[in-house]
């Protein structure tokens, strides 16, 4: 069993930055492909960035050359930096763990991922 928690959202301005940060317990941190997914009001939970177990990382589109992820195995965190912000990247942001994922594999859909955090919520003002 893994317990996930996020921190490090707020409000920012757009053209901000933000760092967002999941600490993991439980479990064996370094057999898990981690993700980061965003739910904005009325809209469905969507993959944002995702790592591999060797850190090979998936971008979805829209944040591409804007959002970096990494992890740190040592400290069982994974990190979402976030820069050039939006509002359109207003909502929920949610890290997540997937077990079942192979060494090099990250998953784009929520259904890979069996272990969930609640959430931090991520305000971008226009």
């Known amino acids: 069993q893994v317990q996930l928690v996020e921190s490090g959202g707020g409000l920012v301005q757009a053209g901000g930055s933000l760092r967002l940060s999941c600490a993991a317990s439980?479990?064996?941190?370094?057999?898990?492909?981690m993700g980061w997914f965003r739910q904005a009001p009325g809209k469905e939970r969507e993959f944002v960035a995702g790592?591999?177990?060797?850190?090979?990382?998936y971008y979805t589109d829209s944040v591409k050359d804007r959002f970096i992820i990494s992890r740190d195995n040592v400290k069982r965190t994974v990190d979402l930096q976030m820069n050039s912000l939006k509002p359109e990247d207003t909502g929920v942001y949610y890290c997540?763990?997937?077990?079942?994922?192979?060494?090099?594999?990250?998953?784009?859909?929520?259904?890979?991922?069996?272990?969930w955090g609640r959430g931090t919520q991520v305000t971008v003002s226009s």
């Open positions: 997540a763990a997937d077990y079942r994922a192979s060494v090099a594999t990250v998953g784009i859909f929520s259904s890979e991922y069996a272990y």
């Open positions: 439980g479990g064996t941190f370094t057999s898990y492909a």
């Open positions: 790592i591999s177990r060797v850190r090979g990382t």
